[in-house]
């Protein structure tokens, strides 16, 4: 930019030179943006002179200038234009959306600076990235966006947001998730589902060191920072609409699956049982003739999106608000679920006259209802949806002789409950009939005031509240199936009703004071310096019952919960009810100070410190210091790259430390583990009342600790046709909590510890280009790539191999966190048809036992991930794609071992390469035979058979877009419009992997891959007007 | 100016300061510290209740049953217990003993560590509350006693020679995470059980003899027990002599409502199971005591041609043929057979649910026998056993036994012992502890064996598996200093 400048100087003083004559005159104008909207309070200044003017309501200016004068309008969002004043008496200006790297504005949710001025790794994603997103929650919407940042998709249930993790994994627990920094107030990811994606103005996640260490006691895993949109001073009312509306199909199953036919042969031919073994050729022929089904088209359907959006907004000179609603309704492709959402947004923003003063209040308040499929992600076909849509045997008829859907396809459910149990009718049922609902009410308010009480100083408050009411509804029909199995016996009443209301309330209050003074013969020092202290507090009540025996009408009120006693006619309560209650509190306090300084915008460093207290912790283990040094380089300033292609370049390190102390991930787990704990029960030795011995207390238990390195590099080149940043870190977590074994005897396996140490090292890349950019056309390319490897450094506890062993999740020094360990299975013996593996020393053997396991290098999270994309714009049409990707990462399928199982053999289904199952001495294939009598065969953690590689590149989203501007709309069509945006997209369109079964994304608990609710494909339509 | 700064700093960092305690110093709602949990007699009841919760026999049905020659595959199985049943038997083979009998152990110190320090006044309730205190001491030592035995019994390098390997001795609660438990003797294991034997008989009031608890009666059955694998047979017989004098033998109808949870004559000590339990019948049926429930396991043909028609215990072990969801029997060894177990009925508490009856008067009788027979009074053995037959057949139709010489008698108390005692956690050891006097080991028949695609259908008298069970993975997980059992 600096380069621009001096070249204008140098333009401007030649024509300066050229019109000495120039006389002063009045210029006026209307800035406009590309859809021909007036763009109110634009700045234009006049290069050498100190003067300029703003635009008013309309977009108009006027100002006193001289011929050769030259203009720079600049206007937050949009690109800087610089304009030569030459004969004419009016400019009108056109300014693009987009931000040059030294305009954008990067916030850490403590403070707000400048890209140019940051010393920090952070990501920021605009509102164009996340808007019109199909999915519930905003989150799903940054996949392959951010470099480093991981989003898997454990479930495709509507409102699910999936794993999330930055910079690796730094914990042994599992607990991944960064903190979410909604508009200053901290919340979870669940309660991400109830905020409006179309809401959102920006999206700042926090990396590197020097940014999450100002978070320090919460910062470990990384910080996701979410603004909402405001309105703006001095702005006209701006009217926003939005609808969209979409539809989904389930994705393929990459699995070829036998029909009714294939089924009974297989039977007969192969396994020599089940149903169609005792059948001749005719037999088979007929049955399969008259069935074959495929139950995937009795639980799925066709998913169905809708969106609708309303947002006004206004300012005048000191005051501004916004107001924002949204309403979301999504119906899953499974069967009755879904979810609906409704959302609602406030927010006012003032200021003083002589804006010295600023104030601002926001409340949020939204409501979600989520149907959830029952018992998906669970590893049993005769009770997951998702597992029997596929693994249904295809022979038996979803309906009755006369047509009708069958309840328990011919089975008499009296006299033979478990064969209905087993078999797809019971599920079928299930979804139809009972219901696992979860209710979701958020408010959240924030109240900031700040007020420069002195020049250069300023104190600032915070208060902010969040609360959740969150009630799980699951009811089961005493008309269902299933009911039986959940009720007394005595009370030959079935079905149930389990209730749990859990509200957690958090609070948090804020002050500083900040330090800002630039100084200097020419304002050449920049320093600012903030004093934080800030208290949070965390309770949360919850509530909750089980009744068992359910009369069938009015399920969702205690009415149901009563009996009528055929005897006196009078309603009596059923006496199993099971109430449960408890109340949990945490909080932390903290002091800190952040500085701050520049030196010409050429270098800069700043530094954090704080001090932490945690509830959870005691005596000196309770408070902690984190800590973090950064500087910069903006090697663009200087001599040597003037007048070069480098428009931008900065050079960042930094290193700091943070800290974690949420145990068992979240807020209220494990606390009060310091001290040893009884509890009481009510079901001990027949029925008696019970002490128990409950948690035995770890004083030592303290703080983690990460320390990171981060050195990066920020470029612009060729007119910044070329931007792109650079990362390597180094990231290191101590003192990590882990299960630790203990001896048996003291009446528990494990208890948490602090052992181990963990590194992340990575690599993040991202690179734009523009490739063209005129009036009509704009074509750009985008793409980033992350790498990280994780390595375990320290186990302590761990026996002499360093290794902790724990089966299939063992741990080892020098190996990754969900590195999987497992037998090794090398093929098919020939001659008898059992597995083949690899002993623990590399011999060949048909026994595998758990000793023979081995660190695969195989590991559950990928290492490399990233995404790309182009856009392409042609006036008022753009067309964008975007792909993701992930490599180097390898799941253990169970869609597969299902399917390729004997397990299955009965009443289920198979896939058609259980042909290739060994049969004959001599057979040479992959398939052991049937009956092979070892275990292993089936077992994840001792036979690496069904461990697939689980890369993957997926189309991610494609989308056409036609946009009507102001200047069509009103002078052609005569709409009272700004402007119209008309859109068409898809969803997962294309994926290419060699993982078998559905879906290589869908990221289970452990990061296998369990039977999960599977992703979809969408495709939607959408309309935003803006009047 | 400086001051007005100063002035907003104090402000502002001087009132957050003084609330920082409140937001971290919490105690929880609800926490229940060991200095509240134990206040009186009562509590400690409750701290007992909790213990006997604890105390479950599946682990000993499992290995007993799986391991040895009481079973085979039941038809409705796929990999169930496939592996224990192979013989494969490693630190992971899903035994549960070791752990639970240490947990047992472990909750009961935490109580008698509050009973120690609990101290009652000279009034009469105090005294009162005194004496219901020690009656709860006195089963939490027996109940010590007992779980200490019981890890003996499978884990002991050897029950006669003092010096070997026991297990590790526990009888205080643990604060240090880096404690490692070694193996005590098998001599101070013995020592100890007696010391607190000898404890909870003193604590023990007379007049308790609810045999859902640890009665005085109990501790000598236990005893009994104990002298039995320790070979002082004179004990063992005086103990089980003295117990038959109180405890009848069930006669063939009370037999069988015994083991339907509708009759306790015998019963010395159950282990009352309600709703929520461990269910016995859980090793055979993953649903219910039925053809259709899911059939796990069922008889070994080898037991069962070892039962007599006429026998009670026909009735009582295998599911009624004539019951349309009961056994089918094909043929003598036919691989077709589906023997129903049926000693597990279920209750009024649950389908699979029934008490166990950990010491019965049967099984004081079958001591009495063998400590007999191993005393060479061959004569006294046979009546005892006759004594027991006489209470097993209805029609009085048994073979009077008569036996020639020591080594028949042991063979028909072992035979007595498995059709009397099935299923109930003994006979791996009994086939352990007989393997020298009648020079066996486990023999399966070779359909049971294939019943579950066994590679071995025997394990010979001297292998390691038959000596002792692998100390298990738990524990050698957190535990380098642990001697495991050799073999393994």
Request: hydrophobic content about 30%.
């Amino acid at each position: 930019m600096k380069s621009n400048l001096t070249l204008i100087f140098v333009v401007a003083l030649f024509l300066i030179g050229q019109s000495s004559f120039a006389q002063k005159k009045e210029l006026t104008g209307t800035v406009i943006d590309d859809d021909g909207t007036p763009l109110p309070g634009v700045n234009i200044t006049i290069t050498d002179k100190k003067a300029g003017t703003q635009t008013d309501f309309d977009g108009k200016f006027s100002l006193e200038v001289e011929e050769g004068d030259v203009l720079i309008f600049s206007y937050v969002g949009y690109t800087e234009i610089t304009k030569t004043v030459g004969e004419e008496d009016v400019m009108d200006v056109t300014m693009k959306e987009g931000e040059s790297l030294d305009q954008v504005s990067i916030s850490t949710g403590y403070q707000n600076i400048t890209e140019r001025t940051s010393t920090k790794a952070v990501s920021k994603v605009s509102s164009e990235d996340i808007q019109n997103s199909t999915e519930a929650s905003p989150l799903r919407a940054l996949q392959g966006k951010v470099p480093g940042l991981f989003i898997g998709s454990s479930s495709g249930q509507p409102g699910e947001s999936g794993r999330v993790i930055l910079r690796g994994i730094g914990s042994f627990n599992g607990a991944t998730n960064p903190i979410y920094i909604i508009d200053g107030v901290e919340t979870g990811q669940a309660a991400l589902r109830n905020l409006n994606s179309d809401d959102i103005e920006d999206i700042n996640v926090l990396k590197g060191p020097s940014a999450t260490a100002q978070y320090g006691n919460r910062g470990a895993n990384g910080v996701i920072v979410i603004k909402t949109k405001s309105g703006e001073y001095n702005e006209k009312l701006d009217i926003h609409y939005g609808s969209q509306y979409g539809f989904s199909k389930m994705l393929p199953i990459n699995k070829e699956l036998m029909n009714s036919k294939e089924r009974l042969i297989y039977h007969r031919d192969y396994l020599g049982s089940a149903k169609g073994f005792a059948l001749n050729d005719a037999e088979i022929d007929a049955l399969a003739r008259a069935t074959d089904t495929r139950w995937r088209n009795q639980f799925f359907q066709t998913g169905t999106t809708t969106k609708q959006n309303l947002r006004i907004s206004q300012g005048s000179e000191n005051l501004k608000s916004s107001t924002a609603f949204n309403f979301y309704d999504q119906d899953g492709v499974i069967k009755n679920s879904g979810i609906k959402r409704f959302s609602f947004q406030n927010k006012v923003e003032g200021k003083s006259d002589d804006d010295r003063f600023h104030y601002k209040s926001d409340i949020k308040a939204s409501y979600s209802r989520t149907d959830i499929t029952p018992q998906v992600g669970v590893h049993d076909a005769w009770s997951n949806p998702a597992l029997i849509a596929y693994q249904g045997a295809p022979y038996l008829s979803p309906y009755d002789p006369d047509g009708s859907v069958t309840k328990t396809g011919g089975i008499d459910e009296q006299k033979s409950m478990f064969l209905v149990w087993q078999s797809p009718y019971a599920i079928l049922n299930d979804v139809k009939l009972n219901q696992v609902q979860q209710d979701r009410i958020q408010l959240m308010a924030n109240f900031h005031a700040d007020w420069e009480f002195v020049k250069h100083f300023t104190a600032g408050v915070d208060v902010n509240a969040n609360y959740q009411s969150i009630i799980d509804d699951n009811i089961i029909d005493p008309s269902s199936l299933r009911a039986p199995t959940e009720t007394n016996d005595d009370l030959n009443h079935y079905g149930s009703a389990n209730n749990n209301d859990r509200r957690p309330f958090r609070f948090e209050t804020k002050a500083n004071i900040n330090y800002n003074n630039t100084f200097g013969d020419e304002n050449e020092h920049t320093l600012n310096v903030d004093l934080f202290t800030e208290y949070h507090k965390n309770y949360q009540n919850s509530f909750g019952f089980f009744t068992g025996g359910l009369n069938d009408r009015l399920l969702e009120t205690d009415q149901a919960y009563l009996y009528d006693t055929k005897e006196n006619g009078e309603y009596v309560y059923v006496p199993y009810l099971d109430l449960r209650k408890s109340e949990q509190i945490s909080g932390m306090f903290s002091y800190f100070a952040l500085v701050d300084y520049d030196y010409n915008e050429r270098f800069g460093f700043s530094g954090s410190i704080r001090r932490d207290a945690s509830s959870r912790f005691k005596g000196s283990n309770k408070w902690a210091t984190f800590w973090s040094v950064a500087g910069r380089w903006n090697l663009d300033a200087e001599d040597f790259l003037e007048d070069s292609f480098v428009d931008n370049l900065k050079l960042r390190i930094s290193y700091g430390t943070s800290g974690n102390q949420k145990i068992g991930g979240n807020d209220f787990s494990a606390l009060d583990l310091y001290k040893s704990t009884y509890s009481i029960y009510s079901d001990a030795y027949i029925n008696s009342t019970g002490i128990s011995p409950d948690v035995i207390g770890n004083g030592d238990l303290k703080w983690e600790t990460n320390k990171q390195f981060d050195i990066g590099i920020d470029f612009g080149l060729w007119q910044n046709k070329i931007q792109g940043k650079l990362d390597f870190y180094h990231k290191k977590t101590l003192n990590l909590y882990k299960g630790r074994p203990v001896s048996p005897v003291f009446g528990t396996s494990e208890v948490d510890d602090n052992i181990g140490t963990v590194a992340n090292k990575g690599f993040e890349s991202y690179l734009k280009y523009i490739i063209f950019d005129n009036d009509e056309w704009t074509i750009s390319v985008n793409g980033n790539f992350a790498y990280n490897r994780n390595k375990i450094k320290d186990l302590p506890s761990s026996d002499e191999n360093g290794v902790i062993e724990n089966g299939g999740g063992s741990l080892g020094e020098g190996r990754a966190i969900g590195e999987h360990v497992v037998g090794r299975q090398i093929g098919v013996n020939p001659s008898d048809g059992n597995t083949l593996y690899l002993d623990k020393d590399g011999n060949v053997t048909e026994k595998n036992e758990n000793d023979d396991r081995v660190f695969s290098n195989k590991q559950r999270f990928p290492e490399i991930k990233g995404g790309f994309g182009a856009d392409i714009s042609y006036k008022g049409f753009t067309l964008s794609q975007k792909w993701v990707y992930t490599a180097n990462v390898y799941r253990n399928n169970y869609d597969v071992t299902d399917l390729e199982s004997e397990g299955n053999s009965g009443g289920l289904q198979n896939s058609t390469s259980m042909f290739r199952s060994w049969q004959d001495v001599g057979q040479i294939t992959d398939i052991p035979r049937i009956s092979t009598p070892n275990q292993a065969q089936v077992d994840h953690d001792l036979n690496d058979r069904f461990l697939q590689d689980a890369s993957y590149l997926r189309l991610r989203n494609v989308s056409l877009s036609y946009t009507l501007n102001e200047e069509k709309l009103k002078h052609h069509l005569h709409l009272p419009l700004h402007s119209i945006k008309l859109y068409v997209q898809g969803d997962n369109l294309l994926t290419f992997t060699e993982y078998e079964g559905r879906d290589p994304e869908s990221d289970g608990l452990g990061g296998d891959s369990v039977g999960n609710y599977p992703s979809f494909r969408t495709f939607s339509v959408g309309l935003d007007v803006n009047f | 100016m400086v001051i007005k700064i100063k002035i907003l700093a104090f402000l502002l960092f001087v009132s957050l300061l003084t609330s920082c305690d409140n937001a971290t110093d919490i105690d929880q709602p609800g926490s229940l510290t060991s200095d509240v949990a134990f206040r009186n007699a009562e509590d400690l009841q409750d701290g007992l209740n909790d213990v006997y919760n604890g105390y479950n026999v599946d682990g000993e049905e499992i290995i007993n049953a799986v391991f040895a020659d009481n079973l085979k595959k039941g038809h409705a199985a796929t990999v169930e217990y496939k592996d224990l049943y192979n013989h494969v038997l490693n630190s992971t083979s899903p035994i549960p003993i070791w752990d639970p009998r240490y947990l047992t152990i472990d909750h009961t110190n935490h109580v008698l560590n509050a009973y120690k320090d609990m101290e009652f006044d000279d009034t009469p309730e105090g005294q009162e509350e005194q004496s219901e205190a020690d009656n709860v001491a006195g089963q939490l030592y027996a109940m010590r006693a007992l779980s200490h035995f019981d890890l003996l019994k499978y884990y002991a390098e050897s029950y006669t020679d003092t010096t070997k390997l026991g297990v590790p001795k526990m009888d205080e609660v643990l604060d240090n995470f880096d404690f490692q438990p070694t193996r005590a003797s098998v001599g101070e294991i013995y020592n100890f059980i007696d010391k607190d034997l000898d404890k909870a008989k003193n604590l023990i009031q007379d007049d308790f003899n609810d045999n859902r608890y640890l009665t005085k009666d109990a501790i000598r059955a236990i005893q009994a027990r104990i002298n039995l694998f320790k070979e002082n047979w004179g004990k063992a017989e005086d103990l089980a002599d003295e117990l038959l004098q109180t405890y009848p033998i069930a006669s063939p109808e009370e037999y069988e409502n015994v083991y339907k949870d509708e009759s306790d004559v015998g019963v010395i000590w159950k282990r009352v199971a309600v709703q929520g339990d461990v269910a016995l019948a859980a090793l055979f049926y993953a649903n219910s005591v039925n053809f259709d429930g899911h059939v796990i396991f069922d008889m070994s043909n080898d037991l069962f041609n070892a039962l007599d028609e006429n026998d009670i215990r026909y009735n009582v072990l295998l599911k009624d043929p004539n019951d349309p969801q009961g056994s089918e029997i094909l043929g003598k060894n036919d691989p077709g057979n589906n023997l129903l177990i049926n000693k597990f009925p279920g209750s009024s508490e649950g389908p699979l649910l029934n008490d166990a009856k950990v010491l019965t008067s049967g099984e004081m009788l079958l001591i009495k026998a063998e400590a007999e027979a191993r005393q060479d009074k061959v004569d006294k053995a046979s009546k005892s056993i006759n004594k027991l037959l006489e209470h097993r057949y209805t029609d009085d139709d048994y073979e009077t036994r008569n036996y020639d010489d020591k080594s028949g008698a042991l063979k028909d108390i072992l035979k007595q012992r498995r059709l009397e005692l099935a299923y109930e956690g003994h006979r791996y050891l009994d086939i352990k502890r007989f393997s020298d006097a009648l020079n066996i080991g486990i023999q399966r028949n070779a359909v049971d064996c294939q019943s579950y695609d066994a590679d071995e259908c025997n394990i010979a008298k001297d292998d390691y598996r038959l000596n002792a069970l692998p100390i298990p993975q738990s524990e050698l997980n957190a535990n380098d200093e642990i001697q495991q059992n050799e073999g393994y």
